[in-house]
């Protein structure tokens, strides 16, 4: 147990870190409520690198310049902080499994230009709207609670193949960076899951220095290891301008409803599907986020930690609205960035010591994302890692999100429908495997049985 009396210096033993309270939000601003993280800093400067990537997609899908295209990052990224001021103790991203089914309903309904744009603008304030529904309803939270366990294992479990898949299958990056993404692969998951290396960071302090870096050491490696094996340019650091200013003007003009044009009510009707197909796999990160979060907090009894998923449900549902009415985004706007928020968990766990609080690790992390995708040097040095960047994020999801499926299931019934459900959502899509999921538990549900040692006590 932590010395009670070296905590932290915000707040008491097993107490919650302090806020300003506003309705359902938790305010907290770092320095004032929460210590810094200076590990949590550095990765951060690196793994921004997962953020710049949506700029090629952005580019080829809604035809924008890449100079815009990276002011919509920077916007973006500016809206990832409101998690942890508002009282979310998790690192946010985007609806990543989601991406291609958003991408190929929009080019393959849509001409490029403002026909496009407004469908994407419809979709994701459908979407927005969704979230907030659930959030200030209250359905969110009930919504975690009430879906059976092995249809929430089944979710995960389907996220989890999805990522791996995506990016092993035929059109997957892999075929394209196979070294610098099965080398990176290797040493994410040795310094994140491995205890082995546990082992070696309580024995070695420079180990353990390069263990509370998370993902980092495997995407520098790549950074390093693509340009020697010829799958990545050489990364040249631009200098002179430093802040890269977002074209405020130009996204206004080119993606703004305001300015182009509202989406008619044809394009209205065609997104909402598309945009209750996103929310359903975005409830799966809301599993996963309560599924981390109460590992560690079980684990770290020095903090109380609150995670709700209906402020969790508003805050994505304002991020999502305020995208769609200024610059609409193909990645939309999720509620967790699940391989982070593991790195960052896995280092709280660690104790006081490693980090004071989660707030500390998670605001930290999302205050330097939003700096570091706007500097020219950080841009440039990481614009040619950009796709084994995004790759290493989906496959180390794709492992932290079967290890909860697994661990959720104590039942054979919910692993097996675990198992079905995961792999229909994986191959056929979110709609599909819930509808399997919710099938095979109503047909399979067995009512719990008492254990027979505890029936004989």
């Not at 402020?311 to 699940?338: D, E, F, H």
Request: aromatic content about 10%; charged content about 10%; some cysteine.
């Amino acid at each position: 147990m932590a010395n009670e009396q070296f905590v932290s210096r915000y707040r008491k033993y097993g107490e919650e870190q302090p806020y300003w309270k506003a309705g359902i939000f938790k305010i907290r601003l770092p320095f004032i409520h929460y210590a810094w993280s200076f590990p949590e800093m550095i990765q951060a400067i690196f793994m921004c690198a997962t953020c710049l990537s949506a700029i090629p997609v952005l580019t080829s899908v809604l035809g924008v310049s890449y100079d815009v295209a990276w002011s919509m990052v920077i916007i973006n990224g500016f809206f990832y902080t409101i998690h942890v001021l508002l009282g979310d103790p998790v690192v946010p991203g985007w609806i990543t499994p989601a991406i291609p089914i958003i991408t190929a309903w929009l080019e393959g309904g849509y001409a490029q230009g403002v026909e496009r744009t407004q469908a994407l603008i419809a979709m994701q304030l459908i979407l927005g709207i969704i979230f907030l529904v659930f959030g200030i309803t209250g359905l969110g939270g009930k919504l975690v609670h009430l879906v059976p366990n092995s249809v929430k294992a089944g979710v995960l479990m389907g996220g989890g193949l999805s990522a791996i898949i995506g990016e092993f299958g035929a059109t997957g990056r892999f075929h394209t960076y196979p070294i610098s993404i099965a080398v990176g692969m290797l040493v994410a998951y040795f310094c994140l899951f491995s205890p082995i290396w546990t082992n070696l960071r309580r024995k070695n302090k420079i180990i353990d220095a390069i263990g509370k870096f998370g993902m980092l050491p495997a995407i520098i490696i790549g950074v390093i290891l693509g340009p020697i094996v010829g799958e990545i340019a050489i990364p040249t650091v631009e200098l002179g301008t430093i802040i890269k200013i977002p074209e405020f003007a130009n996204i206004w003009n080119q993606l703004s409803p305001f300015a182009i044009g509202f989406p008619s009510v044809a394009t209205w009707i065609a997104a909402i599907p598309t945009a209750v197909v996103t929310y359903i796999i975005a409830f799966g990160d809301f599993v996963t986020s309560e599924a981390l979060i109460t590992e560690a907090d079980e684990i770290r009894q020095d903090e109380k930690i609150d995670f709700n998923a209906n402020r969790s449900n508003i805050i994505s549902g304002i991020r999502n609205t305020a995208m769609a009415l200024v610059c609409p985004y193909t990645q939309t706007c999720g509620p967790l960035w699940a391989a982070v928020t593991a790195a960052v968990a896995q280092r709280y766990k660690e104790g006081p010591e490693a980090m004071e609080s989660i707030y500390s690790g998670a605001g930290t992390f999302r205050i330097s994302t939003f700096v570091a995708v706007a500097l020219y040097p950080i841009a440039s040095l990481l614009q040619p890692v950009l796709p084994v960047a995004l790759s290493l994020t989906l496959i180390v999801q794709g492992f932290i999100c079967t290890q909860l499926a697994m661990n959720m299931c104590k039942r054979d019934i919910e692993r097996g429908i675990c198992g079905v459900m995961g792999a229909v959502l994986a191959i056929q899509g979110a709609a599909w495997g819930l509808a399997v999921g919710l099938i095979l538990f109503f047909l399979l549900w067995e009512k719990k049985s008492v254990p027979a040692e505890t029936a004989a006590k």
